[in-house]
Structure formats: C-alpha cells, structure tokens
C-alpha cells in the first residue's frame, strides 16, 4: 500500500500508542478521583495540558481538551457568538473554511448571527484589503483557517491577526490541518482560539484541543460536571490526551526536519505529475502551501473514478477532502478558487509524510498517468 492522504488521518505513532497504552488498563483511575489512581491521571492530564502548551507559547490553563477538530471549530463560534451577542452579531471567516466551521456558521446565521464570507483568489488567499472592509462597528470575531484541508493553502495568520487586534476583534483559526505541521506561536500571531486535532498530526483519532486565550472570556459548550475548568464536562478521555501530547511533543522535536523531506518530496511529486501528465493543473499555492501538500485538478476526468482505480492498485489518495466524500456536488473550496465546475470533477488530493519515498511516488506517477489517459479515452 502506498498511502498519500495524510491530510484525511494519519498513522499513529508506534511511540504515542506505547504513551497510551498504560492508560487503558493500569492507570485507569477517573481523574477526578482522589485517590492515588485517580491522581495519577490527573497528573498525566496536567503533564499534558503543560506539553502542549509549549508547542504553542502559551499557558497551561489556556488549553482545553475535546473530542477533535470539529468539536473545537463548534465551540470556539458558538461560545464565541453566546458571550459576544450583545455587542455584536457579525463574524468574519472565508468561503473556504472547513464545514466543522461553514456549518456552526449557518447554524448561527439561523439564531441571527450576520456572517460575512470572505473571497479567496485561484490560489486560496484571502485579501487583507477585503478583510480590513468587511470589519463593522459590531464585528466580534473573525475566523479564518491557518492553512487549507483541499489545496494546502496556507493564509497569512500573522497579518490577520494584527488587523483583528487594531480592532478589538477575538481571532480564532482553525489550525486543524497546521498544527504539528508549523512552528506556531500564538501570541506573536495574535491568535485568541486556536483549533487541532490529534490524529492530523500522528496522534490518536477522537481527541483534539481548543486554545483560548487567558483574557477571552468564553462559556462552557458542554455541561455536566467541572471537568476542564467547568467548561467542558466530561469524564477526561486520558488515554487520548496522553496521546496527543506525545504526538504533539514528537512532532515539536522533529518539525523542521520532517517539513523539509515534505517538502523536497512535494515538489517532486508535482514537477513529476506535470512534466508526465498533460492538463494537470495544481490547485492552492505554489509556495505558502503545506509541506506534505500537492493537489491537481485533471481535465476531461472524475476524480471519484480515478481514486477507485488507485485504489485498485493499492494507492490512498482523496477527492479533495475526506469529509465531502460521497457529497456528488463540486468542491465549495474549488469553487471559490475559481476553478470551472468541469475541472473541478477531476479534483486530486495527495498528502504525503516523511515515511513515503521517491520511489513510492514515482510508481503513482506511472500509475496515475495510465488512469488518467484511460479514463480520458472513455
Ligand atoms: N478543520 C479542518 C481544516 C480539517 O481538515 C478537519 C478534518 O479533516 C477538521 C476541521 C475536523 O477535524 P476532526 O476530524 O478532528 O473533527
């Protein structure tokens, strides 16, 4: 098997299921129990709390944990609009955001949010002209992604974040598909609420984080009992926390190192693509694009079909995003790139890590080439 779609879910680390594995069944103590068991999960959760927040800058008690992704988009809009309404009911985000933020938006359009989506330009990028117009007197946040899941784009969070603090204006970034991927450091880009997810970066599936800064006051999205400071109810998932802080801590130590053999395999990966396959057009940046990051468009054919037949011949790669799979509709990203609802079917996702090769790549090369003529002469 080659697998080139890193960007749907990674493997687990073998070092962050050893990390977890005493979790399960020896220190299995409820850590809000206080009896030693109970105590030694909680000091695996602060331990945790502690590690990521130092892949960040931040503090330790700015860290909550959750169950991914989505549910971190979820609560930083939602709280976000529940603690702000009576300021102002308008939020900022783009047309290429993830549906973990698309969808909260809707739903708060429908409880009398106003929502402005920014355009993008055929590379992906948000106009910091644009932004800097759409801000109103009752704007309460603005929500852009740090870099995209589709065309790897990666937006310019340091110069967003400072036309939100000249504003006043919280900033949250779903930074879901960056996180583990690129040194951030939050108070330099002057992020508010910041979004990850465990297993986009090596960790386990089912656990996330939401950043929120010491000064942002936001109110609880699940209630219950007083885990998480009272935010966030829940009996701790400490196997899962354990586990994105060893993924996120391996990933720290080795960032530059794993972004550089990314990146060299990236570009060959494209500049392979092509010089072999006439019509192959690169979607997203061309250099403020994630390392592991290549996406095409391929004229005259069905990425669905192109996909199956890769498959056939034991090769992972994605339509475009994992999440829109068996939605038959063009990509609402490559849409807002611009991209023409024809080209758009031949949408293209590989997403590679440090454990492919060139020679793995140069095998889909031939192999994508040979389905796509097919699928071209059908
Ligand atoms: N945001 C982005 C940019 C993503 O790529 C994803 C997952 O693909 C999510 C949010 C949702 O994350 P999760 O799968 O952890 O819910």
């Known amino acids: 098997m080659i697998y080139l779609d890193n960007a749907a879910t990674t493997r687990t680390a073998p070092g962050v299921v050893e990390a977890m594995l005493p979790y399960f069944s020896e220190h299995y103590g409820n850590a809000g129990s206080i009896y030693g068991l109970g105590s030694k999960s909680k000091s695996a959760l602060n331990k945790a709390r502690e590690t990521i927040a130092g ?6 008690n700015e860290i909550y944990f959750t169950a991914g992704g989505t549910e971190s988009d979820n609560w930083a809009l939602k709280a976000v609009y529940e603690s702000c309404c009576s300021k102002g009911r308008h939020i900022i985000t783009s047309k290429v955001e993830h549906h973990a933020v698309l969808h909260t938006c809707e739903y708060l359009e429908e409880r009398g949010a106003q929502i402005t989506y920014l355009d993008v330009t055929q590379d992906g990028l948000i106009s910091l002209e ?34 939100a603090r000249e504003h006043g204006i919280l900033f949250h970034t779903d930074g879901v598909q960056a996180y583990g991927h690129l040194p951030i450091a939050v108070d330099k880009l002057h ?16 656990v996330g984080f939401l950043y929120v800064n010491r000064k942002t006051t936001l109110c609880s999205f699940i209630h219950g009992g007083q885990q998480e400071r009272g935010r966030r109810a829940g009996t701790e998932n400490v196997p899962g926390i354990v586990g994105i802080a060893a993924a996120a801590k391996q990933a720290a130590l080795r960032m530059e190192e794993r972004a550089a053999t990314e990146r060299r395999m990236r570009d060959y990966l494209i500049a392979r693509i092509k010089e072999r396959i006439p019509g192959a057009q690169l979607t997203g940046h061309k250099s403020m694009r994630l390392p592991g990051h290549a996406s095409f468009c ?3 054919i069905e990425g669905e079909s192109a996909l199956i037949m890769l498959d056939m011949q034991g090769i992972c790669a994605s339509g475009g995003s994992a ?3 068996g939605n038959p509709g063009p990509s609402h990203v490559l849409q807002a790139a611009g991209i023409p609802e024809k080209l ?3 949408a293209l996702r590989f997403s ?4 492919n090769t060139l020679e793995e ?3 889909v090369v031939e192999e994508l080439s040979g389905i796509v003529e097919k699928l071209r002469g059908i």
Not at 134 to 147: E, F, G, N, V, W
């Open 55 to 60: 892949t960040l800058g931040a503090q330790a």
């Open 130 to 163: 644009q932004l800097k117009k759409a801000i109103r007197p009752d704007t309460i946040l603005i929500s852009i992604m740090y870099a995209n899941n589709e065309i790897g784009t990666i937006e310019p969070i340091e110069e967003i974040g400072e036309v």
């Open 191 to 206: 992020i508010d609420l910041f979004s990850a997810s465990g297993h986009k970066f090596n960790g386990p599936k089912g």
């Open 298 to 300: 391929f004229e005259g």
């Open 323 to 325: 999440c829109t799979t």
């Open 344 to 346: 758009a079917r031949g």
């Open 352 to 355: 590679l890590s440090e454990e």
């Open 361 to 363: 790549l140069d095998v």
